[in-house]
């Protein structure tokens, strides 16, 4: 099979064996592979989820959708002949070994790149927004990089939960156009305004969740920004990693900062969370209420090419390798 190989910290197209599957795994032949910043972290040997090793080769690669070909021993809910999507390690390559915990049915209304696009934005987001934040309906929220890959689809799953207002930060009127066409109330031109005076307008005293894959440059004004009670979920960090933190207003407002990431969980606590997303979100997939947008597709043999146009940041929406 072909396999996108990570070789001193560069992308290289190999031919390797098929993957052997253990008793709760599924041998997947893979239809698309999504792109994710994380694989940049991947690539340079920084990722807590390293590539996975085949025969000495690492393979790269961390969310996929495709047909099930072989099923392990003790694999209960899939059976060959399935359409799946799931996070993964080694998912560019024509077949990879995916764990069925983390495997969640293709609903048909999705070809195979919106599939690909799906599994890491759906599990992160509605673990952040549902599980994390707990969201209620007519609570307000505010997603900063709303037309990231994940913001994405975080918007419209907090929109599918009853948030009111939702509001989100972008970059320019392209985005904009896009985060209010999948349900914001206001997209905020970071360029433009301070989305704290907007928050202050559109809301009253503050807004109740915030979902942050900014970081550090926007920690003191989210807390500024933030209700009494408010929950700031930490999911990624586009900006640097340090903030400024005034620990009086976060005492005097009653604030909660939560930090999530998949980098120190089990594969037990992934299968829970997949469960989790499947049974609220699967539905809304399957009518459109939740669309995944493609920006583009590469052939695998372009995996760094389709990196740097990641990198270059004028993308809209997923990036797509297909086999």
Not at 25 to 54: K, M
Not at 267 to 286: K, N, T, V
């Amino acid at each position: 099979m072909k396999a996108m190989a990570i070789e001193d910290g560069a992308y290289a197209l190999r031919e390797l064996p098929e993957p052997e599957i253990g008793p709760r795994e599924l041998l997947v032949r893979v239809r698309a592979t999504a792109l994710n910043r994380a694989d940049v972290s991947q690539r340079a040997g920084r990722y807590r989820q390293q590539a996975t090793a085949r025969d000495g080769v690492h393979v790269a690669g961390l969310e996929s959708a495709g047909e099930v070909v072989a099923v392990g021993a003790e694999v209960a809910a899939h059976r060959v002949g399935d359409r799946v999507m799931g996070m993964c390690a080694g998912g560019f390559a024509e077949y990879l070994a995916m764990d069925e915990r983390v495997a969640l049915p293709v609903p048909d209304a999705l070809d195979w790149p919106a599939a690909a696009a799906v599994p890491v934005a759906l599990m992160t987001e509605h673990d952040a927004i549902a599980t994390r934040a707990q969201l209620a309906p007519g609570e307000s929220l505010i997603v900063h990089a709303a037309a990231s890959g994940v913001g994405l689809i975080g918007v419209q799953i907090a929109r599918l939960l009853g948030a009111e207002p939702l509001l989100g930060t972008v970059a320019d009127e392209r985005q904009a156009q896009l985060v209010r066409e999948l349900g914001a109330d206001v997209a905020i031109d970071f360029h433009e305004q301070e989305f704290e005076a907007v928050v202050a307008d559109r809301t009253t005293g503050g807004v109740d969740v915030v979902i942050d894959h900014v970081g550090g440059p926007y920690l003191a004004g989210n807390l500024r920004a933030m209700a009494v009670g408010g929950r700031l979920v930490s999911v990624g960090r586009l900006g640097p990693v340090v903030g400024e933190l005034d620990l009086d207003l976060l005492a005097r407002k009653n604030l909660h900062l939560l930090g999530v990431s998949f980098r120190t969980r089990t594969l037990d606590q992934y299968g829970e969370i997949a469960r989790r997303a499947a049974a609220a979100l699967l539905p809304a997939l399957a009518d459109g209420r939740i669309r995944p947008v493609v920006d583009s597709t590469f052939p695998l043999e372009q995996a760094e090419a389709a990196q740097e146009h990641m990198l270059a940041n004028r993308h809209l929406g997923k990036i797509v390798l297909t086999p």
